[in-house]
């Protein structure tokens, strides 16, 4: 039986305080953030694509073995997050960057719809890369295409990016229709590996299971976090926390002092937490505009009636 006294705070007004009190607060995002601006998470209901777990195409040994089929996920995924908005997290986020003194946000998406809502990339680190940039498949070459917005990226990848009346299924998505057949030359390939005379594939410029994070950034976000002045609050927003490293920053801002603010609707993600820490079962849509109100008002969210 779990104790009363371990429960975590769930107080609103409470959080509001201590985070009106709070110097240095860091921010772990996940797929949880933007599933109010319509992106599937990667795990539980809506995890799947075709018959595919979404996670077991994120690895390099599956793009090499159908790159078409890979390609074609992220094609939708590029597809997807560039018909979405960043929702009112988004701009929440965004908006205590500028009022926080120390603020750093640490996001495992990579939608790009943080930069979209403005969130200052000073303040911003993005784990797990950037589904827009488009880099070469081969580790010898450092070809990479920043932020290549095209949709869809190439002719060949156009199923992904097809628009379908709502009361349609899109045809990608529907694991009882066979999957386009793209021939591995109509891929997009490396520039680079071509003028030496090679047939290197292009690959979305993200980090996959078993691929290191960028070495640069995690010493970084180490810096930051071991700074003498400690941590006040640490925000866990919409992650199953499940992927490491970005699931170990719970542990060590706890270790500086850190107090943890749990929010995802489901309830299993407040496991762990004490009754020093707080759990918001929400929408991150909805409540991170509440939680930051008494730092950031009430940000206008374009498109939205105040
Ligand atoms: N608001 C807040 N949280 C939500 C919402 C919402 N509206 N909807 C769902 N969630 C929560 C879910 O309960 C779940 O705990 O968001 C979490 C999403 O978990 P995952 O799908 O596992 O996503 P994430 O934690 O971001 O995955 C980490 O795994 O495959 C990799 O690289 C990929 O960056 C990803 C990493």
Redesign the pocket.
Known sequence: MPRAYHRPCTDIAEFQRLLKHSDRVLALC????S??SGLP????AG?LWRNHQ??SL?TPEAFKKDPALVWLFYAWRRHMALQAKPNAGHYALAELAKHNKDFMCLT???DGLSQRAGHSPDMLRML?GNIFDVKCFDKECDYIEPNNLSDPLCPALAPASERYPADQTMPLLDPTKPTPKIKREDLPHCPTCKAAGKTSLLRPG??W?GEALDSDMLKEVDAWVAKPRGIDIMLV???????YP?AGYTDAARKKGARIAV????RS?QKGLTSRDFYFE????EILPKLFEGIIGKPEIPGQAA
């Open positions: 996940g797929a949880g953030l599933a109010a998470t990667f795990r539980g995890g979404a996670t994120a495992q998406n990579v797990h993200i980090v299971f927003i919409g992650t199953a926390a499940a992927v970005a929010i995802n609707p489901d993600a929400a929408d991150a849509a």
